[in-house]
C-alpha cells in the first residue's frame, strides 16, 4: 500500500513539472497602478496555466497610462524571456476597431 501512494505521489508530481507548476517565474514586468493590481494577477495566471507564451499589455484610463506589462517567453524552449522590447507580428486588428466604430455610428 505505501508503494502505491509512494507512486501516486511521484507520477503527480512528474505530471505537474511536465505541464508546469502554479507559481513558476513567468518573467513579468512592468508597472501597474495601485487600483489595477487584479489586472496584474490574471496577466501572470495566462502564463501559469500555459494559455500565453508571451504576452504584453498596455491599459490607458482616462489618456493615463495604468497598465503597462510584459512577461513570458519569446521562444517554446523558454530560453529568451519576453520583454518589453519584443516585437510582436499582429495580423487583423484594424477589422475589430473598424467593427467597433460602425456599430457606434449605427446607434
Known amino acids: ?3 502505491i501512494l509512494i507512486g501516486s505521489c511521484i507520477l503527480c508530481l512528474t505530471i ?3 505541464f508546469g507548476l502554479p507559481g ?5 514586468g512592468g508597472i ?3 487600483d489595477w493590481e487584479p489586472l496584474r494577477a490574471l496577466f501572470e495566471q495566462n502564463f501559469q496555466n500555459n494559455v500565453d507564451l508571451g504576452a504584453s499589455l498596455a491599459v490607458y484610463h482616462r489618456g493615463k ?9 519569446f521562444d517554446k524552449q523558454k530560453t529568451k ?15 475589430g476597431l473598424v467593427a467597433m466604430a460602425i456599430a457606434l455610428c449605427v446607434q
Open 1 to 3: 500500500m505505501r508503494f
Open 32 to 34: 501597474v497602478q495601485n
Open 65 to 73: 497610462l495604468v497598465v503597462n506589462l510584459w512577461g513570458g517567453w
Open 81 to 95: 524571456p519576453y520583454d518589453n522590447d519584443t516585437l510582436q507580428l499582429v495580423f487583423s486588428t484594424s477589422k
Open 16 to 18: 505537474s513539472f511536465l
Open 24 to 28: 513558476v517565474n513567468c518573467n513579468v
